[in-house]
Structure formats: structure tokens, C-alpha cells
């Protein structure tokens, strides 16, 4: 069996738990303390809308705006 899971550990008895889990040849840690890239949301939708299509929605976003401040 070859199952493999990435987990986020949010407290530290977890880390304990895990290891004795290891000792115990039940588990086998692959990696530890490994910095995930943080991208930017900017830069991850970079290029998803045209030019055309962002001014648009530029134009869509003010009209809702001047609707909801008419309210």
C-alpha cells in the first residue's frame, strides 16, 4: 500500500503523535518543515482575463457601486 497524504499540523502534541507514529513503523515522515511558494494572487490570475473583458468588468464593478450607493 502506497498511500501518500500532506498535512497541515496545527498543534505541536501532533508533531509527538506522529513521530511515535513513525517509531512504530506504522507511518514514515517524508519531509518536515517545508516552506510552501506563497504566489500572489495578482500574479496566480496574471493573464486569465483580456484587456477588453477586465475593462468591462472595471465598467460592471462602478455601476454597482453607484447602484448600491443610490440605495
Given at each position: 500500500?502506497?498511500?501518500?497524504?500532506?498535512?497541515?499540523?496545527?498543534?505541536?502534541?501532533?508533531?509527538?503523535?506522529?513521530?511515535?507514529?513513525?517509531?512504530?513503523?506504522?507511518?514514515?515522515?517524508?519531509?518536515?518543515?517545508?516552506d510552501?511558494?506563497?504566489?500572489?494572487?495578482?500574479?496566480?490570475?496574471?493573464?486569465?482575463?483580456?484587456?477588453?473583458q477586465?475593462?468591462?468588468?472595471?465598467?460592471?464593478?462602478?455601476?454597482?457601486?453607484?447602484?448600491?450607493?443610490?440605495?
Amino acid at each position: 500500500m502506497n498511500n501518500t497524504m500532506l498535512i497541515q499540523v496545527t498543534n505541536q502534541k501532533a508533531i509527538k503523535l506522529i513521530h511515535e507514529l513513525e517509531e512504530l513503523d506504522l507511518i514514515i515522515v517524508l519531509e518536515e518543515n517545508f516552506d510552501q511558494e506563497k504566489t500572489k494572487l495578482s500574479e496566480k490570475y496574471k493573464g486569465i482575463l483580456s484587456k477588453a473583458q477586465g475593462q468591462d468588468l472595471n465598467e460592471h464593478i462602478k455601476q454597482m457601486r453607484s447602484e448600491w450607493n443610490s440605495i
